[in-house]
């Protein structure tokens, strides 16, 4: 098992995403073009590995599946409550604008305003399965 890399990467603005994405190579550096590029302001919170545990509830195949069910990760009510399921038009949404998708969330993430970003996002994460 890779020990979780735990990155404060301060998501000044959700406009600046990208930037973010360009100023995360802090460190080990081992994986210069991962294909999870496009989720690089995600992992300091999420991990995309199956059974991988972090701050925010594991991303592994997260496409299709229904929000707030993962067992051992205490979900905010809002989303426990939000009865969606993940298709990649509600990811969508929600990446734009987490709070507004889901009031309450715990996610303390602006959002990604970039369309292109969050449709590169939402590749890779459907890629993680
Ligand atoms: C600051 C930490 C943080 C960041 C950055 C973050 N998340 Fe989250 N995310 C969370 C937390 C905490 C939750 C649980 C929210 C709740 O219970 O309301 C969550 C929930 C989610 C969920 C719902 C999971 C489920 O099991 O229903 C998805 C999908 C998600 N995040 C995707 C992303 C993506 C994609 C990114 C990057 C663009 C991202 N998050 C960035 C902390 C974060």
Known sequence: MKATKMKSVSTVA??????????????????PAAPNAALASCVSCHS????????GPNLHGIVGKTAGTQQGFAYSQGMKE???VWT????????????????????????MADPAARQAAIAALAANK
């Open 14 to 31: 959700a406009s600046l995403s990208i930037l973010a994405l360009a100023g995360c190579g802090g460190g080990g550096g081992e994986k």
């Open 48 to 55: 995309l590995k199956e059974g991988g545990r972090s701050s």
């Open 82 to 84: 939000s009865g969606l």
């Open 88 to 111: 990649k038009e509600n990811l969508d949404a929600f990446l734009a604008s987490p709070r507004k998708v889901v009031p309450g969330t715990r996610m303390g993430y602006l959002g």
